[in-house]
């Protein structure tokens, strides 16, 4: 089966791709269960409403030249998003954790910048500007007095221009189903990332997205998503090293 991505973002918004149909070079996907290991060192997410702990995260930003594949961390900042696109934690800076060293250093890790760029309806003349990406490592936790909620905010845009997002693990869940709307909030379709690697790609002036909250498969456990979310900006004015 063959998926074009880039088509499906052009005309739809958004794309899914299967992980076992996902064609990156098996050089790098050797490196999947050690970066998936990392969703084991993030930290809880401190501008959660009402004291709440379902949400573990770590975060960073790479300065990206698509021409010349150049990669490069950018120096750690609080994640900001507007309030009008997370009407739930927007409009202040959130102090995240950075990435680990051991995450920053996986292989698969810049694979997937370069790969998942690659699958863009990008236009020529923009592969010559740098672009932000915006990584986000989150784990999301449902427990017998919590419920999980992937995205507390609802259906949203991540104020970028194009973004992926990477299931690494899924762990005794029900529901979780990743949703995509129209901007008008009516829902055009819905899904669900089951195995490592699923990823959904889409384009975030074409589509608002959202997750349905997650609980435990079996009744009083513990129950566990993890995702990798890469969302990239173009950015004409940004500097190697800002």
Request: some cysteine; overall charge negative; hydrophobic content about 35%.
């Amino acid at each position: 089966m063959s998926i074009d991505v880039r088509e499906e973002l052009r005309t739809v918004g958004y794309s899914l791709l299967p992980g076992d149909l996902l064609p990156l070079d098996p050089e790098f996907r050797r490196f999947e269960e050690e970066l998936a290991c990392e969703w084991d060192k993030l930290e809880v997410d401190k501008y959660l409403k009402n004291g709440s702990r379902f949400r573990e995260r770590r975060y960073d930003r790479f300065y990206y030249h698509p021409r010349s594949g150049l990669i490069r961390l950018r120096p750690h900042r609080p994640y900001y998003q507007s309030g009008d696109a997370n009407d739930y934690a927007g409009g202040i800076d959130r102090d995240v954790a950075p990435l680990s060293r051991a995450s920053l250093h996986n292989p698969l890790l810049t694979a997937l910048i370069r790969f998942d760029f690659a699958r863009f309806p990008v236009a020529e003349e923009w592969l010559d500007d740098p672009w932000d990406v915006q990584c986000h490592q989150f784990r999301i936790i449902s427990t017998p007095d919590e419920v999980g909620e992937p995205t507390p905010e609802g259906p949203h845009r991540d104020e970028v221009d194009f973004g992926a997002i990477h299931l690494m693990n899924r762990l005794n869940v029900a529901g979780g189903e990743s949703q995509v709307y129209s901007e008008s909030k009516e829902l055009i379709n819905e899904f669900c990332l089951t195995s490592r690697m699923d990823t959904m790609y889409w384009a975030d002036q074409k589509v608002l997205h959202a997750v349905r909250p997650i609980t435990a498969a079996e009744p009083g456990t513990t129950a566990l998503r993890d995702v990798l979310i890469l969302g990239y900006k173009r950015s004409p004015g940004l500097q190697e090293g800002e």
